[in-house]
């Protein structure tokens, strides 16, 4: 199971019902601060900068490692500096947020940032494919791995090639759109999750002639015309029809269509179906804020290339 406790499966539900954050997970220049001044409750580590989005809280004296700021967030507790509402709030390294009126970062100034801390709220995620579209923040969106990926280390390497080899096609009408798509660096037989999370099997089994290339792989529709894909599979657990959850583990990771042992999966919007089992046409959807549990917990908001993503 992805979660390692009902209390964390708790949390994921409540992730889903908040996702949709600002920004890359883990970006260069963090730096260490800490939380002062928090009531007795604490800190209160949030999803975005914005109110109403906790997932959890932490205690005076906890050291964060801030990323960098923006100055356009939420209003808490009717903080005011220089006549204006304060609206500073601190990305940390993992891609969540905290209020920096709590944080002993530089004091901030006129502009809303504090002194020697990377702004993070323009130019840090590329610009969106043309024709592609962003996984929404109202959908819940998870890394597709599990804690005992890669023997136990539950972690893994992104390889995304965006635009090339056969991770082309933002929104084509009579091919796989797949831009998006990324691969995961897994081991055959690794337990694989639907990165959407709940939904409904559309297809599972071998890929019709014409996707030979994706080898068994298994579509999964989470309502609202948005599908995920995973492909390349060594065995497929589910069936067209089933209703999954967050935590079905839906098949094992293999090198089917491939030369090598890897996950791939994409998101797709309002894409169809062919009676075989092909999928083509639609938008293919950038992911963005994929929850995970390991590695401390958070959202990974950009996949780039070479980066460490954990269950």
Same mark, same amino acid.
């Given at each position: 199971m992805?979660?390692?406790? $009902?209390?964390?499966r708790s949390l994921i539900?409540? %992730?889903a019902?908040?996702v949709?954050?600002?920004?890359?997970?883990?970006?260069?220049?963090?730096?260490t601060?800490?939380?002062t001044?928090?009531?007795a409750?604490?800190l209160?580590i949030?999803?975005?900068?914005?109110v109403n989005h906790v997932?959890?809280?932490?205690p005076?004296?906890t050291a964060?490692n #801030?990323s960098c700021? /923006?100055?356009?967030?939420?209003q808490v507790?009717g903080?005011v500096q220089?006549?204006?509402?304060?609206?500073t709030?601190?990305?940390l390294a993992?891609? =969540?947020w905290?209020y920096?009126?709590?944080?002993?970062?530089?004091t901030?100034s006129t502009?809303?940032?504090?002194?020697?801390?990377p702004?993070c709220?323009a130019g &840090?995620?590329?610009?969106l494919?043309?024709?592609?579209?962003?996984?929404p &923040?109202?959908?819940?969106?998870?890394?597709?791995?599990t804690? $005992?990926a890669?023997?136990?280390?539950g972690? /893994? #390497?992104?390889?995304?090639h965006?635009g090339?080899?056969y991770?082309?096609n933002?929104n084509? =009408?009579d091919?796989?759109?797949q831009?998006? $798509?990324?691969?995961l660096?897994?081991r055959?037989?690794d337990?694989v999750l639907?990165?959407?999370?709940?939904? =409904?099997v559309k297809?599972?089994g071998?890929?019709? &002639?014409?996707?030979e290339?994706?080898g068994?792989?298994?579509?999964?529709d989470h309502?609202g015309g948005?599908? &995920?894909?995973?492909c390349?599979?060594s065995a497929v657990?589910?069936? %067209?029809g089933q209703?999954?959850t967050n935590?079905?583990?839906?098949g094992? /990771?293999? $090198?089917?269509?491939?030369s090598e %042992?890897?996950l791939?999966?994409?998101?797709m919007?309002?894409?169809?179906? =062919?009676?075989?089992g092909?999928v083509?046409?639609g938008q293919?959807a950038?992911?963005r804020?994929l929850?995970h549990l390991?590695?401390?917990?958070?959202?990974y908001?950009?996949?780039s290339q070479?980066?460490q993503?954990c269950?």
């Amino acid at each position: 199971m992805k979660a390692s406790s $009902a209390a964390a499966r708790s949390l994921i539900l409540l %992730a889903a019902l908040v996702v949709g954050v600002l920004g890359v997970a883990g970006p260069a220049q963090a730096a260490t601060y800490h939380v002062t001044g928090a009531d007795a409750q604490g800190l209160a580590i949030q999803s975005e900068p914005h109110v109403n989005h906790v997932i959890r809280y932490v205690p005076n004296g906890t050291a964060l490692n #801030v990323s960098c700021q /923006v100055n356009n967030g939420d209003q808490v507790d009717g903080r005011v500096q220089y006549g204006r509402p304060f609206r500073t709030w601190d990305r940390l390294a993992d891609g =969540t947020w905290v209020y920096d009126w709590y944080m002993d970062t530089p004091t901030v100034s006129t502009d809303g940032y504090s002194p020697g801390i990377p702004h993070c709220d323009a130019g &840090s995620l590329p610009a969106l494919a043309s024709g592609c579209v962003d996984w929404p &923040s109202s959908k819940f969106l998870q890394t597709p791995l599990t804690s $005992a990926a890669n023997g136990g280390t539950g972690s /893994v #390497v992104a390889n995304p090639h965006y635009g090339t080899d056969y991770h082309v096609n933002c929104n084509t =009408t009579d091919h796989m759109n797949q831009y998006y $798509a990324v691969d995961l660096g897994m081991r055959a037989g690794d337990p694989v999750l639907s990165p959407g999370g709940a939904g =409904t099997v559309k297809y599972a089994g071998w890929a019709p &002639s014409g996707w030979e290339s994706c080898g068994q792989y298994i579509i999964v529709d989470h309502g609202g015309g948005w599908w &995920s894909v995973v492909c390349h599979l060594s065995a497929v657990y589910v069936k %067209a029809g089933q209703a999954i959850t967050n935590d079905t583990i839906i098949g094992a /990771v293999g $090198a089917t269509g491939t030369s090598e %042992a890897h996950l791939h999966f994409s998101l797709m919007k309002n894409a169809s179906i =062919t009676a075989a089992g092909g999928v083509y046409g639609g938008q293919n959807a950038r992911p963005r804020h994929l929850y995970h549990l390991g590695c401390g917990g958070g959202y990974y908001d950009w996949i780039s290339q070479g980066m460490q993503v954990c269950y």
